[in-house]
């Protein structure tokens, strides 16, 4: 089964600098999907970046970054400039490509500091 | 354009009893799956709908059950309620299913079973 694993419960970082989460995730497939969610206090999954697996070009979406190392299963988001309303509940994401699920990891708690 | 709602926002029920929440996919989306979200863990896939069938389950018993209808909508029931079912429970939707563009969840129904 595969599984996502998130090992830092909590992050703080000052605003406007940068902060990077680490998630790495074990999977016998080939061809699947990695996301990373945010989760603020309203409870909505926000999807924040998404990569797929035969893609070697790391994806970004402003700035919101990831580096993907397909060898060593590992996915982790870099959030530049960070803002207050970064703040939030960060879920990584693993989706197979024939599967219809979502296995999200434990989730990591970030605080932004003012 | 409308995202994902879900009803009610939160619902207390009494252990064995039956609730049934309630989820409208986000305008264009045909796909819908649910998710239960215990306190401090990531969501955990309960199943998915398309074309008003069961597409896909998690390891979840069968006092979890679901329908989707002609429009699309979704419901969620789970009989004979336990403690350990208390959890926030997300919808989420998609255009097809086994896409890799990632779902867009709702703000889910806080589930409180005393």
């Known amino acids: 089964a595969q599984t996502v694993t998130q090992s830092q419960p909590e992050m703080s970082v000052q605003e406007a600098e940068t902060v990077t989460l680490s998630c790495t995730y074990d999977?016998?497939?080939?061809?699947?999907?990695l996301f990373w969610y945010k989760q603020p206090p309203s409870r909505q999954m926000i999807l924040v970046i998404r990569?797929?697996?035969?893609?070697?070009q790391n994806a970004t979406e402003n700035r919101f970054s990831v580096n993907f190392q397909k060898a060593a299963k590992s996915f982790s988001l870099k959030i530049s400039d960070s803002q207050l309303g970064d703040a939030a509940m960060y879920f990584c994401?693993?989706?197979?490509?024939?599967?219809?699920?979502?296995?999200f990891g434990k989730g990591m708690k970030l605080t932004v500091n003012p | 354009d409308a995202g994902v709602t879900q009803s009610p926002t939160h619902l207390i029920k009494t252990r064995g009893q039956q609730v049934t929440l309630r989820c409208s996919p986000k305008?264009?989306?045909?796909?819908v799956s649910w998710y239960q979200q215990a306190l401090g863990q990531g969501p955990q896939f309960i199943f998915q709908?398309?074309?008003?069938?069961?597409?896909q389950r998690g390891n979840f018993p069968d006092r979890f059950s679901g329908h989707q209808f002609p429009n699309y909508s979704s419901e969620l029931n789970v009989n004979a309620l336990l403690l350990g079912d208390s959890a926030l429970y997300l919808c989420?939707?998609?255009?097809?299913?086994?896409?890799?563009?990632?779902?867009?969840f709702g703000s889910g129904t806080r589930l409180t079973v005393v």
């Open positions: 989420a939707s998609s255009l097809v299913p086994g896409s890799g563009y990632g779902y867009t």
């Open positions: 999977t016998s497939e080939s061809d699947y999907y």
């Open positions: 990569q797929e697996a035969y893609k070697q």
């Open positions: 994401a693993y989706k197979g490509g024939g599967s219809e699920k979502l296995v």
């Open positions: 305008s264009g989306h045909d796909t």
């Open positions: 709908y398309y074309e008003e069938e069961e597409r």
